[in-house]
């Protein structure tokens, strides 16, 4: 059973930084892109930034420059790291697997919540 687990969500002012980390367990076929959506109240889900398994890296405009995204294939693990954070950098940010012959998969999300 594929499993996502983030952590590294928090409280934190304007201008912090925060580091998110996602970490794949049961997977039996190769992860191709591996990435973090955010959901903001009352908003649709939209995708932060996503990492191919070459490592190409998409980032939505909005974070560019501010976060960097870094992904480790040898332990299915994805990594966010936030910085200059602002208010409306807040979310639940979920973590988000694409896995070859197998679908998409989902983490439970992590609430990160900046304050001006």
């Known amino acids: 059973q594929v499993q996502l687990v983030e952590s590294g969500g928090g409280l934190v002012q304007a201008g912090e930084s925060l580091r998110l980390s996602c970490v794949a367990s049961?997977?039996?076929?190769?992860?191709?892109?591996m990435g973090w959506y955010r959901q903001a109240t009352g908003k649709q889900r939209e995708l932060v930034a996503a990492i191919s398994r070459s490592g190409t890296i998409t980032y939505t405009d909005s974070v560019k420059g501010r976060f960097t995204l870094s992904r480790d294939n040898t332990k299915n693990t994805v990594y966010l790291q936030m910085n200059s954070l602002q208010p409306e950098d807040t979310a639940v940010y979920y973590c988000h697997a694409a896995v070859l012959l197998a679908g998409n998969y989902w983490g439970q999300g992590t609430q990160v919540t900046v304050s001006s």
């Open positions: 049961g997977i039996k076929f190769p992860i191709n892109t």
